[in-house]
């Protein structure tokens, strides 16, 4: 199916190119996915400018592990969440939360997933992991990574300067585990964008729901449990716009809007679903009276 002429454009630029885009007249809706401080940017200008906008911005994604999780099913979700993409997707899992006993069964098993992962050309059979998006990416992940060990986390697993056999040039970081990571540090509010996970230990599943509550983003939020009770808890009271019950990407069916909340999403309408339609929809509302007359003239 070809799309008629003028349906598909793209533009290239920079910031002066943006600005164009936000304050031109004819342009009536405004979507956009990436970091934070640039949704915020946009949201604010475009908005101001009378336009519909939708912004998807930064997240940093919890996962809480009680003590009567399935540890198996548990390390290979949450390995494939943190690690898949090399930790380049917006609702890859980059806190790990142990609830009370969990810590060292959980420390273990994800330790042992992490440091056998196969990284290398993703084309290549078997790898499992392949390289970050380019140079910058890679330097800035491994600042970061860094950055947690200045601030006193225990780099458990080490990722950073891997040389992978045959592509001894390419951009790669291998999956990363930081231990005992301080909830107030800037490592556990930051959204690293690569395979790191970060490990926080509290005793109680309250304790754990107000350390995501607390937090600036609120695009996921997952618990691994066998507990009903403790799914029911979780599900109400934490505070992130895509909720997962035994799930390490609580990435929703095309048909459900794409929730996020707090400093993840700028706007009223969310991508995907209805949602989607009605953003890009507007709506007419038609109100007539006719006399017998004019009604019989009509048909």
Request: proline share 4%.
């Amino acid at each position: 199916m070809n799309l008629p002429a003028g349906v598909l454009n793209l533009v290239n630029g920079g910031k002066a190119v943006v600005d164009a885009i936000l304050d031109h007249p004819q342009i009536r809706a405004v979507s956009f996915v990436g970091s934070t401080p640039v949704a915020r940017y946009i949201y604010s200008r475009a908005s101001a400018k009378g336009k519909r906008v939708q912004c998807q911005g930064g997240a940093k994604n919890p996962v809480i592990i009680l003590p009567d999780a399935d540890l198996d099913m548990t390390t290979r979700i949450t390995a494939d969440s943190a690690f898949g993409c090399a930790g380049q997707r917006c609702l890859a899992a980059s806190l790990a939360i142990t609830v009370g006993d969990a810590q060292a069964s959980y420390t273990e098993a994800i330790a042992q997933a992490a440091s056998t992962r196969v990284v290398g050309n993703g084309l290549d059979a078997g790898v499992q992991m392949g390289a970050v998006i380019n140079a910058a990416s890679k330097a800035r992940i491994e600042q970061l990574i860094q950055l947690g060990a200045d601030e006193g986390a225990t780099v458990l697993v080490e990722g950073r300067s891997p040389r992978i056999s045959g592509y001894e040039q390419g951009y790669f970081v291998r999956p990363t585990i930081l231990q005992n990571v301080d909830p107030n540090s800037e490592i556990a509010k930051t959204e690293i964008f690569g395979p790191v996970l970060s490990l926080i230990q509290v005793e109680t599943l309250e304790e754990a729901i107000a350390l995501i509550n607390n937090g600036q983003y609120g695009n996921m939020a997952c618990l691994f449990t066998s507990s009903g009770a403790a799914a029911r808890k979780f599900r109400y009271e934490a505070e992130a716009g895509n909720i997962g019950i035994n799930i390490g990407v609580a990435a929703p069916m095309a048909f459900f809007p794409f929730s996020g909340w707090k400093d993840s999403f700028f706007g009223d309408l969310h991508g995907q679903g209805s949602h989607a339609v009605e953003f890009f929809t507007q709506t007419k509302v038609v109100v007539e009276r006719w006399s017998q007359k004019d009604w019989s003239r009509k048909f």
